[in-house]
């Protein structure tokens, strides 16, 4: 799974918050659900649904044929399971990831698609189970910075041309994932590679657009 256009968290406190604020700083359409939402984080990507998230008609509500994946970051772990186990019902397709507190809870993942353990990492770590594995933000990198590990789509509209040329001011192409081979201005990105991208956040939107060709 990619970048996924439309995002649904349930939850709306520390995780949740920072969590969906990183994806509508993506420039993704997101949707969080909470009996007493966070006014804060509503604006032109972010829709504020005022429910229990495990409500069969406020999750369906929320749910769409865009929504790629449902996240459950909420600080009760059985809400987090019931949540994502009736986002599977309303959408076979759907990718789900729940927050659990426990150490143990490595076997809930017969339940949900990953388990995302705050307590063990960051909310970058959050945002990187919701995204799947094309567009993964490194965990350690700390400030307004992020370092981007992306793979470049074979229709992106980055693949094949000069670096120089194709991706916004604000952002540098470090290497080829791994480090193994350094990027230089002139060198043209090929379509299936990963690189290792610095980018400011407010052009973070545009440099995945360019490299997964996704509405940023």
Do not use: W
């Amino acid at each position: 799974m990619t970048d996924t256009e439309h995002v649904v968290i349930a939850g709306s406190g520390r995780v949740g918050h920072r969590v969906a604020q990183h994806f509508a700083d993506r420039g993704r359409e997101v949707s969080v659900i909470d009996p007493e939402p966070d006014g804060q984080l509503e604006g032109d990507d972010v829709e504020l649904i005022q429910g229990d998230a495990t409500k069969p008609s406020v999750l369906e509500a929320a749910i769409t044929d865009r929504t790629g994946v449902v996240g459950a970051l909420t600080d009760k772990e059985d809400t987090n399971l019931v949540v994502c186990m009736a986002a599977k019902r309303y959408a076979t397709g759907i990718r789900t990831v729940a927050r659990i507190e426990d150490r143990a809870g490595d076997e809930y993942e017969e339940y949900v698609d990953e388990v995302y353990f705050p307590e063990r990492a960051s909310v970058r770590a959050a945002v990187n189970a919701l995204t799947g594995s094309d567009v993964r933000t490194l965990e350690e990198v700390t400030g307004e910075l992020e370092v981007l590990d992306i793979r470049i789509d074979y229709d992106a509209p980055a693949a094949g041309e000069v670096v120089a040329e194709s991706l916004p001011e604000g952002s540098v192409v470090i290497a080829e994932s791994g480090g193994h081979v350094a990027v230089q201005h002139s060198t043209k990105l090929v379509n299936g590679r990963r690189y290792l991208i610095a980018a400011d956040r407010d052009v973070v939107g545009e440099v995945i657009e360019q490299c997964r060709g996704e509405r940023a």
